[in-house]
């Protein structure tokens, strides 16, 4: 399976600032998925990034918000723009698996606390 | 539209005793289903997988699941509960054919005591 590096793992930020989290993969990939962790909760879904196109947001999460780049097929940025306390959370990459019916492999996430 | 329901937020079992995990998907077409465990301040781990072939089928550190189709279930059972089961677990649910998004469960805590 691919493994993914993600960075930051953590960091604190304040409330109104953006933080642009990274997620390098070790072969080429078609489709990086990006998820919010909220605390206590299950993963969601926020956006399918294919390279060449635009990336592809699910229902209550918008481009202005969380922009995502994927400028080739080993990479993608996820930013959490004009942060507020409510947008703590763990935020986790993901690619689809090199063969159908594996499994998809996880970065190790970015725990970020906005303050 | 597929979507995925755990049984349970929290379930306590004893060391030695079984581990038993609910998990009921709902897909107009037939799934990919996954376990997946993350432990404190780490990742996902996936455990196991269904693809359509076994329906028994077993992961890794002695877990197993069985997909269900007249129940749309996919349980996760181990015989023997061990501390270090102790962890955060999801299961999750793709379409079949091709590389489709994962939609996950609201996970179920497991805590192993003494």
């Known amino acids: 399976s691919a493994v993914i590096s993600q960075k930051p793992s953590r960091d604190i930020c304040q409330r109104g600032t953006s933080l642009t989290i990274q997620c390098q993969v070790d072969?080429?990939?078609?489709?990086m998925f990006w998820y919010r962790q909220q605390p206590g909760q299950s993963l969601t879904l926020i956006a399918t990034a294919n390279q060449g196109s635009e990336a592809t947001y699910e229902s209550g999460f918008v481009i202005d918000k969380f922009p995502i780049s994927r400028p080739n097929l080993t990479f993608s940025t996820l930013t959490v723009s004009n942060m507020s306390p409510e947008d703590s959370s763990i935020y986790l990459c993901?690619?689809?698996?090199?063969?159908?019916?594996?499994?998809?492999?996880f970065g190790s996430g970015t725990r970020l606390t906005v303050v | 539209a597929q979507s995925v329901t755990q049984l349970g937020s929290h379930v306590s079992v004893s060391e030695g005793a079984l581990v038993l995990l609910r998990c009921n998907y709902s897909?107009?077409?037939?799934?990919?289903l996954f376990w997946y465990v993350q432990y404190p301040n780490q990742g996902l781990q996936l455990l196991l997988k269904?693809?359509?072939?076994?329906?028994l089928v077993k992961g890794i550190n002695g877990f197993e699941a069985e997909f269900k189709k007249s129940e749309t279930s996919f349980h996760l059972t181990k015989p023997s509960a061990h501390m270090s089961d102790a962890a955060e677990y999801f299961c999750?649910?793709?379409?079949?054919?091709?590389?489709?998004?994962?939609?996950f469960g609201a996970g179920t805590r497991l805590a192993v005591h003494p």
């Open positions: 993901s690619v689809e698996p090199r063969d159908e019916g594996n499994g998809y492999t």
């Open positions: 999750a649910v793709t379409l079949s054919g091709g590389y489709n998004k994962l939609i």
């Open positions: 897909s107009s077409v037939p799934p990919y």
């Open positions: 072969s080429q990939v078609t489709m």
């Open positions: 269904y693809t359509s072939a076994a329906t």
